[in-house]
């Protein structure tokens, strides 16, 4: 039987780590590349993260594969067995602009289940953290389960582009949404998004399209104090392929898709 718990233990240890290596950069200079566009910022430093994961857990466990934002990891068409998927710096804009709102985000999968999640925001040393079926927690606080919430009175991550002309979404769907609740917000750091959602600083997070890495270990999290994530139509994800995501109170999530989603957006 798989030991989760031996491999939690060893993912927060190389988390912690990995922390270190990036605080420990912050008075260096930056190598920073565009990738997809001029905003899609990569960095020297998040690449030899993620190097460090990979080789880390090729030697310590070599028959898990790795799906990494950079590109250390396995090409996978299948997420049959064990596979650890890696954002090394999820907000690297973040990273090199503010050194602030930015985290490592690492996800293990078995045959599609999540069973580990980690989100560690290393400026303000702040681990979220989950094992399928044993509770998340905010480093050694245990998250209670997401208590009922009023659209009304939520305060809902969005960023402003989805709002405005865009290539992805009619911005009519959603401005009457961003109307009704009390309040957005955008930090620029999806999985952090995920961790403010599962601690109840968000009740609810929309974006067009995530890559797998950018919600691994959030979902897991998520899914341990009641949160649900789905596409924005409130279809399951798919953690092979980039998409639309909706996380949100369960109080929240079903009236979002069907009121404001449902016939006007499809994934």
């Given amino acids: 039987m798989m030991n989760w718990h031996e491999i939690d233990r060893q993912a927060k240890e190389w988390v912690k780590e990995a922390g270190e290596k990036i605080k420990a950069s912050f008075d260096k200079s930056l190598s ?19 190097e460090y ?27 049959d067995g064990i596979v650890w998927i890696i954002d090394p ?39 979220y953290h989950a094992i399928k079926g044993n509770g998340a927690y905010m480093n050694d606080m245990r998250l209670p389960k997401l ?24 911005p009519s769907v959603l401005t009457p949404l961003v109307k009704r609740v009390r309040g957005t917000r955008s930090f620029g750091s999806a999985a952090l998004e995920f961790a403010y959602v599962a601690t109840k600083r968000l009740d609810g997070y929309i974006t067009m399209r995530l890559a797998p ?37 369960p109080s929240i999530h079903a009236k979002i898709v069907n009121d404001y989603i449902k016939g006007k957006y499809s994934s």
């Fill in 213 to 249: 890495w950018d919600i691994a270990a959030g979902v897991v999290i998520v899914d341990e104090v009641g949160g649900i994530t789905t596409t924005l139509d409130g279809n399951p994800i798919d953690l092979l392929n980039k998409s639309s995501i909706l996380v949100a109170n």
């Fill in 53 to 79: 994961f990979f080789d880390n857990i090729a030697q310590t466990f070599p028959d898990h594969h790795i799906l990494g934002e950079e590109g250390s990891g396995h090409e996978l068409n299948t997420l």
């Fill in 32 to 50: 920073i590349q565009t990738k997809s566009n001029p905003n899609d910022l990569v960095t020297n430093i998040d690449r030899e993260v993620e």
């Fill in 147 to 170: 208590p009922d919430v009023k659209l009304e009175e939520s305060i809902l991550a969005i960023n402003a582009t989805w709002v405005t002309e865009n290539k992805r979404i009619d």
């Fill in 89 to 127: 710096i999820d907000g690297t804009m973040n990273f090199v602009h503010q050194k602030r709102n930015f985290c490592i985000s690492v996800g293990v999968y078995e045959n599609g289940i999540g069973k580990i999640g980690l989100i560690y925001d290393v400026v303000h040393n702040e681990l």
